[in-house]
């Protein structure tokens, strides 16, 4: 377990590092019911979030997910009103202040819109498909995910 926290601590603070680049953004899904995200001009997003507990769902823990992001391109785009463009990319996401650990491996795609009007605001929704691990005892199972949210650049 304290491996485990040493490297989650290290993830951590690298994404926190290397976040000083393109952008921010907060959202809310499931898992993960809000968190802050930072990406990177490299395509990497560091996220942290609050994800309700396994069994009650009035305890929280602190979920960590760190994606890469390396294909991304424009659906539509329009000087006058929006751009929209979508992304895809992989990554891995744990909860680990529980007393069940868990982590998943997951795929994800998404669209994002920026409105001429907002400039450096845009809008985003996201799906996560992938594979859940817990490892007290061990046991697996497909895990669907999603996120909307608001992304500052």
Do not use: C
């Amino acid at each position: 377990m304290r491996r485990v926290l040493l490297v989650s601590l290290l993830v951590i603070v690298t994404g926190a590092i290397a976040a000083r680049g393109t952008g921010a953004g907060l959202y809310s899904g499931w898992p993960e019911v809000f968190g802050i995200q930072f990406v990177t001009e490299q395509g990497w997003r560091m996220s942290v979030g609050l994800t309700p507990g396994s069994g009650d769902q009035t305890a929280f823990s602190v979920a960590v997910s760190l994606d890469l992001l390396p294909v991304a391109g424009a659906v539509y785009a329009d000087e006058k009103t929006a751009d929209v463009n979508y992304y895809a990319g992989a990554g891995v996401m744990g909860s680990l202040l529980r007393a069940n650990p868990e982590l998943n491996g997951h795929a994800l795609l998404g669209l994002q819109a920026y409105f001429v009007t907002m400039e450096n605001v845009g809008l985003f929704g996201e799906l996560q498909l992938g594979q859940q691990f817990w490892f007290s005892p061990f046991s697996t199972r497909p895990f669907l995910g999603f996120r909307v949210g608001v992304s500052l650049q």
